[in-house]
């Protein structure tokens, strides 16, 4: 090679001399094996290689991210629908953690069953690798900022509360306070991306230099050296992870919840290597379940060097019961959710909320932040006033309650029902407003024009057809209709005037003062929603509206906002 | 690094076609017979890993460990940079006209008004986001609005003492009260912007440019 005038070949000798990394890397790769390379084998350098990228595809999303209670949401959707590539970079980070777990497993259990111990601090080490990742899987969790993470570190934080003596210490400094805020989030973000890097980097010399001086001290009787076989499984077994990470990552995509919302329903669930550990908590109160049954399976492995000398088959029964028992727990976690239509429900209505933020965050996020974007969106906002306000007495299901029930509202079939029976319980029938009579039997015919007719009393009902409208007014004037329900404005009359009836001019007034002369006058019984503040009589119109089951205009809720 | 052990340089992860045939002739050669029999694990193997032999399987693995290196980290690394590099492909932003303020309130002189205008930072949308300053100068009814940003840096350019003229604070460079570049490191005169007066309001098409070039770039 001296003759050699390859000049990298010569930058590197030059190099070489004076730092002796080659040599030093000749060194680590010939270190000796026990046993010999096979598929399934694989050494601590394949984890290393995961957090490699884990750490590449890190700092790519540490370019975006900004850990706020307001903006961590926003920064990671904007990294989702707004990055180059972004989606499928989150997606190999997201999947990279699990892509860690599975290949640490592999190494560990492996390990433990050939009863290949590499002395006692070897095998320290290499399972300090659990509480460091388990740490960063829970920070990194934490991260987004969206529901899943937000809840299930409230759980993971209360975990750590139950810590006998230190608990409520511990739980305060890692929620920089007596709750989660935004102190936990910088902290989980510090940690995450500082902290553990270092301790996982210093974990990792330590362990070199073990296996090294291991190797050394007591030869294996037989070996082969670490390059190129072993490397090789090692190549191998990353390789198919990351192409699965891959495929994951763009066929699947990183799961972002909706933003962290503490008013918001929402069933928690940890990452899915902690299922069985949660499954654990559902049978075992803390600090049993979640602090001395973990520990006893953490020391039981730790102790498995000892056993392994002497009582060979009860270390393996021991391995096999202890990951036997983490795999039936978390089988049965996933199983018990997969049943629950109450899960699977709310795993619904997570993910619209969730597909919803998106939508809105991609026009741009607030300085309030997504959650309340979301939350004062006007139909979400109309939905939860309903809710707080309505639906004592207006049924959406069509339940007769003190008011006419409200289920299907302003569509045809709704009108169909009010025209047909005014006073059946589910409609007017528990109210003082009964002076209105049914439709006479031999006028049935002409009821579903006379609802679309009154339907197109809203002008901005589109695509009516002209004909039932034009029979419909005919029916409404020949059945009597008019005499007391004036579709001209400002016309009062017996009954509530039905100008622009619907519309959302009407709905707000109607809303504002129900018991107006030109509505219900003295027979009305609601309270007036005057007091409310306009946004939020505009959210509840918006949501009346929706009702219906129309498709609805996107622009319906900027056209009420601008009255 | 001692000199004797220079030739067998090799266990590198790159394996190139060119760096396994350049480590075969150093080793003592077998016959290319035994190249293709199971490899036996060599016991010690640090101590007689210059003697061990590179067989076929040797080279596979080799290439594989190599390859996989490379695929894994060179797609991560890939989408990494297209992630790291997406602000190259954004669009310049467009100048857009800003009120100042009643135009028949404005004094005599110079001072700095602040411009601020509906609009996106990344993910962030702001109702009214500040975007900086210009400097105003009313001198009998001529109006004049410059950029406050000092073209050699984008410094915010100061009124100097009196309201004589305009001094950037980071590396003194001085201009007239007509934008006029007096001294310092500044490559141009102040960037003057359009006005116009709109319902007795003075607006200001607010713009940046490119610092440190002698001609305006827009930005």
């Keep these: ?563 | 690094m001692n000199e004797e052990q220079e030739p067998s340089l090799q266990p590198r992860p790159e394996p190139s076609e060119e760096s396994e045939t350049t480590q075969a002739p150093a080793e003592p050669t077998p016959p290319q017979a035994s190249a293709g029999e199971q490899a036996s694990p060599q016991p010690g193997g640090a101590v007689d890993k210059s003697q061990a032999k590179p067989t076929r399987r040797d080279l596979l693995a080799q290439a594989t460990v190599g390859l996989g290196a490379c695929a894994a980290l060179g797609a991560c690394g890939v989408v990494a940079a297209a992630v790291v590099g997406t602000p190259l492909a954004q669009e310049a932003q467009a100048a857009r006209w800003c009120p100042l303020g009643l135009a028949k309130d404005l004094a005599q002189g110079a001072r700095k008004l602040p411009v601020r205008a509906p609009g996106r930072d990344a993910w962030r949308r702001f109702g009214a986001r500040a975007l900086g300053r210009v400097v105003v100068v009313k001198d009998g009814e001529a109006v004049s609005v410059f950029s406050a940003a000092c073209p050699h840096n984008g410094c915010d350019v100061a009124v100097g003492e009196g309201g004589a003229d305009l001094v950037c604070p980071c590396h003194k460079s001085r201009f007239s009260l007509d934008g006029t570049r007096l001294g310092g490191q500044s490559p141009r005169d102040l960037d003057l912007l359009e006005t116009r007066v709109r319902k007795g309001q003075l607006e200001v098409k607010f713009q940046r440019f490119a610092f440190g070039t002698p001609d305006r770039k827009p930005i």
């Design chain 1, 1 to 563: 090679m001296a003759d050699s005038p390859n000049p990298l070949q010569a930058g590197l000798t030059w190099l070489d001399a004076r730092l002796g990394f080659v040599s030093w890397l000749r060194e680590v790769l010939a270190t000796p094996m026990p046993g010999r390379a096979r598929l399934g084998r694989v050494s601590a350098a394949v984890v290393v290689g995961a957090f490699a990228l884990q750490a590449l595809t890190g700092f790519g999303l540490a370019n975006y991210y900004a850990p706020g209670t307001t903006s961590a949401w926003a920064s990671v959707a904007h990294v989702e629908d707004a990055v180059l590539l972004g989606s499928f970079l989150r997606g190999l980070h997201v999947y990279g953690a699990s892509l860690i777990v599975v290949l640490l497993l592999l190494y560990l259990v492996e390990r433990a069953w050939r009863l290949d111990f590499g002395g006692r601090l070897g095998w320290w080490l290499a399972l300090g690798l659990v509480p460091l990742i388990s740490a960063f899987s829970l920070t990194g969790y934490l991260l987004p900022w969206d529901q899943r993470g937000y809840w299930s570190t409230q759980v993971s934080t209360s975990l750590a509360g139950a810590t006998p003596f230190v608990g409520p210490a511990a739980q305060r400094v890692v929620q920089g306070g007596t709750e989660l805020g935004q102190l936990t989030l910088t902290r989980a973000y510090s940690a995450h991306t500082i902290l553990l890097p270092l301790l996982l980097c210093g974990l990792f010399m330590l362990y070199l230099r073990v296996w090294r001086r291991e190797a050394k001290v007591s030869p294996p009787e037989e070996s082969e050296p670490y390059w190129p076989r072993f490397a090789a499984r090692d190549g191998i077994a990353l390789l198919i992870g990351v192409g699965v990470v891959a495929l994951l990552a763009g066929g699947v995509g990183g799961h972002l919840e909706a933003p962290a919302d503490p008013e918001v329903d929402f069933a928690p669930r940890p990452e899915w290597y902690f299922m069985a550990l949660r499954q654990l908590l559902e049978y075992a109160p803390e600090p049993i379940g979640s602090h001395v049954l973990p520990g006893v399976a953490f020391f039981v492995w730790a102790g498995l060097p000892w056993l392994g000398e002497k009582r060979r088959l009860l270390a393996r029964i021991l391995v096999t019961c202890t990951l036997g028992l983490w795999v039936v727990l978390l089988g049965i976690g996933f199983w018990a959710d997969h049943t629950s239509p109450r899960f699977q429900k709310l795993l619904v209505s997570s993910a619209e909320r969730a597909t919803l933020a998106r939508r809105l965050a991609r026009d741009g996020v607030p300085p309030e932040g997504a959650a309340e974007q979301v939350r004062n969106h006007p139909p979400v906002r109309g939905a939860q006033l309903f809710a707080q306000e309505c639906a004592r007495c207006h049924s959406l299901q069509g339940l007769p309650l003190e008011g006419p029930h409200l289920k299907g509202y302003l569509s045809t079939e709704w009108l169909a029902g009010v025209i047909k029976e005014p006073r059946h319980p589910s409609y007017f029938g528990q109210t003082k407003i009964d002076d209105m009579e049914p439709l006479a039997e031999d006028a049935l015919g002409d009821l579903p024009s006379m609802s679309v007719f009154v339907r197109s009393l809203d002008p901005s009902v589109k695509g009516l057809d002209p004909a039932e409208v034009a029979k419909g007014r005919k029916a409404y004037f020949e059945q009597g209709c008019g005499a007391c329900h004036s579709i001209k404005p400002r016309v009062e009359e017996l009954g509530p005037n039905l100008y622009g009836y619907g519309s959302p001019t009407w709905l707000r007034e109607f809303l504002e003062n129900p018991g107006a002369d030109h509505l219900y006058c003295e027979t009305n019984e609601m309270p007036r929603y005057n007091e409310l503040p306009s946004a939020d009589l505009d959210a509840l119109v918006v949501y009346l509206r929706m009702l219906d089951g129309d498709p609805y205009p996107p622009d319906v809720a900027s056209v009420t906002s601008q009255r």
